[in-house]
């Protein structure tokens, strides 16, 4: 019975071999499942981080785009200090002649952002010029006492600017990087003596597109195409006829050539053709080896080819840009992009070849706390470890009941064995008649009916044991005294004592005491 069953270090091996399968599962699980979060955590880190990039790269252009796009509206012929309009009536309604009214360029004393050092023109042979750097012959013509009109942009910072451009920018250079950039000709004029006095209206609209929402998962060509689409809906036509040797005249000695008596007045009834080219920022490396921000367009005038721009200030810029996305990206940095084509288009600005570096970025950088996922998890090794306990002392009790009733087994099978032994050998005494005295037969009957007796109550204890697993025992209480109980205990255990060679000795030193109790259970 005893092999029949298994021992407590059995069962404390099957226990740990299922407590081991079970924890082995549930961490399995567990890591399966704190990875795919760990994914999802980091996809919604990198996709929250590519939204703040476009977040941040539309605040740039949006910050950048309406200013250039009002650049690239502004007719060509802003750029000479001095020109001719198209057309000029009197009041009485009759034209001028063509070239016998000037205008100053709007540049002269227009609001430029701190970042607008220069506008310059130049073409191939190297004719570089400024509406804001007069030479001296047309300085005195347009001194402001004289034309009573400030002129503010007229600074010697400007004009450093201007000398610095021609002596380390070669115009073949500056050309040769606009061509390089991708411009297209494709924005087409007819002009008189300068043939655009188009409005800026556009710009107007050009902030508004520029204010518009970011655009949403689309990829940098989108964007360049986008802002190229702005830049061109800037732009008007006005069809004018003229001379095209004026055009030409408009756009050289920064307009002093009109003030000279002998330069020939346009007469009209003949086009041309001034295709413009969107303006577009570039970095061009100079001769001494430093690279400047420009945006510069092409002006095509039949086989002539003129460049206009500007040059930015890229501290300027810079200090100006980082403000603008220091709450989105405080360690941000604004890099270069020298190459026409840029390396990570993604983080590249279309107003500007500038490249958004938003600095080390961790997507598990922020703890997750306590996600559904984990509490989840945390519930279910609770319930585990609560289960696995629960099986572990409920297999120790049944172990230990079960060696209990094997212990309870084998004290009963004793106990029954030593009246049986003894009825049998006094039994088989009496029934062969070698107890002939009387005296003695009474002693032999007198035993047989004490261990009867004890087999009586060995046989009621078993029974009551049955019954005490199953339900409440049911008590049969009675008054009585101490002394009547150690009276009948006496009585019980005196004759075996005596039998074993032993006297059974009961003192009683605490006197007559009231008990209420079952006695037989008490003897039991």
Same mark, same amino acid.
């Given at each position: 019975?005893?092999?029949? *069953? ?35 955590l ?34 060509y012929? =802003? ?19 063509? /070239? ?7 540049? +002269? ?7 607008? +050092? ?32 400030? $002129? ?6 400007? %004009?450093?600017?201007?000398a ?20 297209q ?27 518009? #929402?970011? *655009? &949403?998962?689309?990829?940098?060509? #989108?964007? $360049?195409?986008?802002?190229? %689409?702005?830049?061109n ?19 050289? !000695?920064n307009?002093?050539?009109?003030? #000279? ?7 009209? /009834?003949?086009?041309v053709?001034?295709?413009?080219s969107p ?13 400047w ?9 039949g086989?002539? &080819?003129?460049?206009? /721009? ?9 200090t $100006?840009?980082?403000? @603008? ?40 950088a ?26 572990g002392?409920?297999?120790?009790? $049944?172990?230990?009941? !079960?060696?209990?009733?094997?212990? *309870?087994?084998?004290?009963?099978? =004793?106990?029954?064995r ?14 062969t ?5 009387e ?9 047989l ?5 004890? +087999? =009586?109550?060995?046989?009621?204890n078993?029974? =009551? *044991? ?10 049969? &209480? ?12 006496? !009585? ?9 060679? %032993? @006297? ?21």
């Amino acid at each position: 019975m005893k092999h029949g *069953f298994p021992s407590k270090t059995t069962g404390l091996a099957g226990f740990l071999v299922i407590t081991a399968l079970v924890a082995g599962g549930l961490g399995w699980v567990s890591t399966a499942a704190l990875n795919l979060e760990r994914e999802q955590l980091q996809a919604r880190a990198e996709n929250d981080q590519d939204q703040k990039l476009r977040l941040a790269l539309w605040k740039l252009d949006s910050r950048i785009a309406p200013i250039l796009a009002r650049e690239d509206s502004r007719p060509y012929s =802003h750029y000479p200090a001095v020109f001719a309009p198209s057309l000029a009536l009197r009041n009485n309604g009759a034209p001028y002649p063509p /070239g016998t009214v000037l205008e100053l360029s709007p540049l +002269l004393n227009a609001d430029l952002p701190d970042w607008i +050092l220069l506008h310059f023109q130049t073409d191939e042979e190297a004719n570089w010029s400024s509406p804001e750097v007069l030479p001296p012959a047309l300085a005195r013509r347009l001194e402001p006492d004289r034309i009573k009109t400030p $002129l503010k942009n007229l600074t010697p910072r400007r %004009k450093e600017v201007l000398a610095d451009l021609a002596r380390l920018c070669p115009p073949p250079t500056l050309l040769a990087s606009v061509q390089q950039r991708g411009l297209q000709l494709n924005q087409a004029e007819i002009a008189l003596v300068p043939a655009h006095g188009a409005p800026e209206r556009p710009t107007q609209q050009n902030a508004m597109n520029a204010n518009q #929402s970011p *655009f &949403q998962g689309q990829d940098y060509q #989108s964007r $360049l195409e986008q802002q190229s %689409k702005v830049m061109n809906e800037s732009k008007l036509a006005n069809p004018v006829a003229d001379d095209p040797a004026l055009v030409l005249g408009n756009l050289q !000695s920064n307009g002093l050539n009109w003030f #000279s008596p002998n330069q020939v007045r346009p007469t009209r /009834g003949e086009q041309v053709a001034v295709n413009l080219s969107p303006m577009v920022p570039l970095w061009l490396r100079t001769t001494d080896g430093q690279e400047w921000l420009l945006a510069a367009r092409l002006v095509q005038i039949g086989s002539q &080819q003129v460049c206009q /721009g500007m040059v930015l200030d890229w501290p300027r810029l810079l200090t $100006l840009l980082g403000d @603008e996305i220091h709450s989105l990206f405080p360690e941000a940095r604004l890099e270069p992009v020298l190459d026409r084509v840029p390396p990570r288009p993604e983080r590249t600005m279309t107003a500007l070849p500038v490249e958004l570096n938003p600095g080390p970025f961790d997507p598990l950088a922020t703890p997750p706390g306590w996600t559904p996922l984990r509490v989840g998890l945390a519930c279910a090794w609770a319930a585990a470890l609560v289960a696995l306990l629960a099986v572990g002392l409920g297999g120790w009790s $049944l172990l230990s009941l !079960s060696e209990r009733r094997i212990r *309870f087994v084998s004290a009963v099978t =004793h106990e029954l064995r030593t009246p049986l032994t003894t009825l049998r050998l006094y039994l088989d005494m009496l029934a062969t008649g070698m107890v002939r005295e009387e005296q003695q037969r009474a002693e032999y009957l007198h035993t047989l009916n004490a261990e009867a007796d004890r +087999l =009586h109550r060995l046989i009621a204890n078993v029974l =009551h *044991f049955s019954r005490l697993e199953k339900q409440r025992p049911h008590l049969q &209480q009675a008054a009585f005294s101490l002394e009547q109980l150690l009276d009948q205990i006496r !009585s019980t255990w005196e004759g075996r004592c005596q039998d074993a060679g %032993k @006297e059974l000795v009961v003192e009683n030193r605490v006197g007559e005491v009231g008990l209420r109790t079952d006695l037989e259970l008490v003897q039991q």
